[in-house]
């Protein structure tokens, strides 16, 4: 059996308002070498986002993708959606520095985006820096990023 590079698998989801946006991201991805697993949804009739959220963020916990992108009018209901499931870290970005520091810092998992904020182009540019930035937290002198994550999990255990 050929092993999979699960850095290149990139899993998706979004709802009606996120559609087209989510069809440019996905060329895109295609484009720079990525194999994608498109959750849906699969047009631009009126749907609801959790039922998108949720299989995207089951993809990124179980290992079966590298990182989940998530496309709702806003990205407000995706994200709430998807940091509801342990391990996921979520982070809404309709900028650059948002997304480089998103991964920087809190080693965000999941990009939701707002197919109704921003443009293509915006969001191509912030799924770029979202891909391509590793967590600080490996580096020495920036352990911090780790213990704070840690108190994350922590927080996650007491919850269940
Ligand atoms: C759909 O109209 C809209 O509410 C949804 O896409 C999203 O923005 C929710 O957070």
């Given amino acids: 059996m050929q092993h999979r590079d699960v850095s290149k698998i990139i899993t998706l989801g979004s709802d009606h308002a996120g559609f087209h946006l ?3 991201i ?3 991805l295609e484009n720079q070498g990525y194999e994608v697993i498109d959750r849906g949804t699969l047009s631009d009739e009126p749907c609801d986002y959790p039922d998108f959220a949720e ?7 179980s290992g079966n993708a590298r990182f989940g992108i998530l496309i709702c009018g806003t ?3 995706m994200s709430i959606v998807a940091n509801k499931f342990p391990g996921i870290r ?12 998103a991964r920087q810092h ?3 998992n999941v990009l939701t985006l707002g197919g109704r904020v921003i443009g293509t ?9 979202f891909l391509n930035t590793d967590f600080a937290g490996v580096k020495p002198g920036e352990e911090r990023h780790v213990r704070r994550i840690e108190k994350i ?3 996650e255990s007491a919850l269940k």
Avoid at 55 to 61: C, Q
């Fill in 55 to 61: 299989p995207v963020a089951r993809d990124v916990i």
């Fill in 106 to 108: 809190n080693d965000a």
């Fill in 26 to 28: 996905i060329k895109y």
């Fill in 22 to 24: 989510k069809r440019q």
């Fill in 121 to 129: 182009d915006l969001a191509l540019s912030i799924l770029h820096v």
């Fill in 90 to 101: 979520a982070a809404l970005c309709s900028n650059e520095f948002s997304a480089r520091y």
């Fill in 75 to 77: 990205g407000i209901g």
């Fill in 153 to 155: 999990s922590k927080i």
